[in-house]
Protein backbone atom coordinates (compact mmCIF):
# COMPACT_ATOMS: atom_id res chain seq x y z
CA UNK A 1 0.00 0.00 0.00
CA UNK A 2 1.02 3.38 -0.96
CA UNK A 3 1.04 6.44 1.51
CA UNK A 4 1.13 9.74 -0.24
CA UNK A 5 3.77 12.66 0.75
CA UNK A 6 1.98 14.37 3.93
CA UNK A 7 2.20 18.15 3.59
CA UNK A 8 4.88 19.22 5.44
CA UNK A 9 6.66 16.06 3.52
CA UNK A 10 5.05 17.94 0.20
CA UNK A 11 6.12 21.35 1.35
CA UNK A 12 9.80 20.12 2.28
CA UNK A 13 10.57 18.05 -1.10
CA UNK A 14 8.90 20.64 -3.30
CA UNK A 15 11.32 24.03 -1.65
CA UNK A 16 14.45 22.24 -2.47
CA UNK A 17 16.73 22.33 -5.46
CA UNK A 18 15.60 21.79 -8.32
CA UNK A 19 16.77 20.38 -12.45
CA UNK A 20 14.31 22.39 -15.00
CA UNK A 21 13.78 21.77 -18.66
CA UNK A 22 11.14 23.59 -20.04
CA UNK A 23 9.88 23.53 -23.59
CA UNK A 24 10.41 20.09 -25.11
CA UNK A 25 8.83 19.27 -28.18
CA UNK A 26 8.55 16.22 -29.96
CA UNK A 27 6.45 13.97 -32.44
CA UNK A 28 4.38 11.37 -31.27
CA UNK A 29 0.76 9.28 -31.85
CA UNK A 30 -0.77 9.52 -28.97
CA UNK A 31 -4.33 10.14 -28.37
CA UNK A 32 -7.58 8.47 -29.24
CA UNK A 33 -8.59 9.69 -32.40
CA UNK A 34 -7.45 8.41 -35.52
CA UNK A 35 -5.89 10.89 -36.78
CA UNK A 36 -3.17 11.41 -34.22
CA UNK A 37 -2.75 7.62 -34.19
CA UNK A 38 -2.00 8.01 -37.75
CA UNK A 39 -0.31 11.16 -38.56
CA UNK A 40 1.21 11.81 -34.93
CA UNK A 41 1.36 15.61 -33.68
CA UNK A 42 3.28 17.66 -31.60
CA UNK A 43 3.56 17.53 -27.76
CA UNK A 44 5.47 19.73 -25.34
CA UNK A 45 6.45 18.76 -21.84
CA UNK A 46 8.12 20.60 -18.84
CA UNK A 47 9.60 18.94 -16.22
CA UNK A 48 10.88 19.87 -12.76
CA UNK A 49 13.30 17.16 -11.23
CA UNK A 50 13.45 17.60 -7.43
CA UNK A 51 17.21 16.75 -6.77
CA UNK A 52 20.27 18.23 -4.25
CA UNK A 53 22.46 20.62 -6.63
CA UNK A 54 24.85 21.19 -4.01
CA UNK A 55 27.91 19.27 -5.37
CA UNK A 56 27.12 20.88 -8.95
CA UNK A 57 27.04 24.13 -6.69
CA UNK A 58 30.62 23.74 -5.31
CA UNK A 59 32.43 21.72 -7.89
CA UNK A 60 31.36 23.77 -11.10
CA UNK A 61 32.09 20.18 -13.31
CA UNK A 62 29.58 20.41 -16.22
CA UNK A 63 29.65 16.56 -15.33
CA UNK A 64 28.39 17.07 -12.15
CA UNK A 65 24.66 19.02 -13.36
CA UNK A 66 24.46 18.22 -17.52
CA UNK A 67 24.61 14.29 -17.95
CA UNK A 68 21.31 13.71 -15.34
CA UNK A 69 19.36 16.71 -17.57
CA UNK A 70 20.66 15.01 -21.17
CA UNK A 71 19.51 11.54 -19.73
CA UNK A 72 16.38 12.78 -18.49
CA UNK A 73 15.32 14.62 -22.19
CA UNK A 74 16.40 11.82 -23.83
CA UNK A 75 14.04 9.19 -21.92
CA UNK A 76 11.33 12.20 -22.34
CA UNK A 77 11.71 11.56 -26.10
CA UNK A 78 11.50 7.42 -26.08
CA UNK A 79 8.27 8.01 -24.23
CA UNK A 80 6.83 10.69 -26.61
CA UNK A 81 8.41 8.67 -29.71
CA UNK A 82 7.42 5.32 -28.52
CA UNK A 83 4.28 3.36 -28.10
CA UNK A 84 0.73 5.48 -28.22
CA UNK A 85 -0.91 6.45 -25.22
CA UNK A 86 -4.99 7.06 -25.35
CA UNK A 87 -4.22 9.79 -22.58
CA UNK A 88 -2.29 12.52 -21.67
CA UNK A 89 -2.25 11.80 -18.32
CA UNK A 90 -1.09 8.06 -19.16
CA UNK A 91 1.63 9.71 -21.28
CA UNK A 92 2.71 12.26 -18.27
CA UNK A 93 2.66 9.24 -16.21
CA UNK A 94 4.81 7.09 -18.14
CA UNK A 95 7.50 10.07 -18.08
CA UNK A 96 7.36 10.69 -14.16
CA UNK A 97 7.62 6.50 -13.57
CA UNK A 98 10.66 6.61 -16.24
CA UNK A 99 12.38 9.78 -14.82
CA UNK A 100 11.92 8.52 -10.72
CA UNK A 101 12.77 5.12 -11.73
CA UNK A 102 15.70 5.87 -13.87
CA UNK A 103 17.22 8.43 -11.20
CA UNK A 104 17.42 7.54 -7.33
CA UNK A 105 18.74 10.59 -6.41
CA UNK A 106 15.70 12.93 -7.20
CA UNK A 107 12.58 13.20 -4.64
CA UNK A 108 10.09 14.57 -6.52
CA UNK A 109 8.77 14.99 -10.36
CA UNK A 110 6.69 18.19 -11.72
CA UNK A 111 5.84 17.26 -15.49
CA UNK A 112 3.34 19.33 -17.63
CA UNK A 113 2.47 17.64 -21.34
CA UNK A 114 0.59 20.17 -23.87
CA UNK A 115 -0.97 19.07 -27.22
CA UNK A 116 -0.93 22.61 -28.89
CA UNK A 117 -2.28 21.29 -32.04
CA UNK A 118 -6.28 20.43 -30.23
CA UNK A 119 -9.44 20.72 -32.18
CA UNK A 120 -11.09 23.20 -29.35
CA UNK A 121 -13.73 25.98 -29.23
CA UNK A 122 -11.57 29.17 -29.77
CA UNK A 123 -7.97 29.17 -29.89
CA UNK A 124 -5.97 27.50 -26.87
CA UNK A 125 -1.61 28.04 -26.48
CA UNK A 126 -2.10 24.14 -25.75
CA UNK A 127 -4.22 21.63 -23.91
CA UNK A 128 -2.48 20.03 -20.70
CA UNK A 129 -2.07 17.68 -18.02
CA UNK A 130 0.27 18.59 -15.25
CA UNK A 131 1.28 15.65 -12.29
CA UNK A 132 3.50 16.09 -9.29
CA UNK A 133 4.57 12.45 -7.94
CA UNK A 134 6.93 11.91 -5.49
CA UNK A 135 9.77 8.80 -4.93
CA UNK A 136 7.25 7.16 -2.84
CA UNK A 137 4.55 7.33 -4.97
CA UNK A 138 6.66 5.14 -7.25
CA UNK A 139 7.16 1.11 -6.56
CA UNK A 140 10.71 -0.18 -6.59
Do not use: C
Not at 126 to 140: I, Q, T
Request: glycine fraction near 8%; charge should be positive.
Amino acid sequence: MMIAATTMETESLMRGDKLILMGLMFHGFHGVNPEERTLGQKLLVDIDAWKDLRAAGKSDNLSDSVKIRTRIAKSIKEVIQGPPHNLLESVAQKIVSTTLTNHHQISAVRVLVGKPHVAVIGPVDYLGVEVHRFRSDVAN
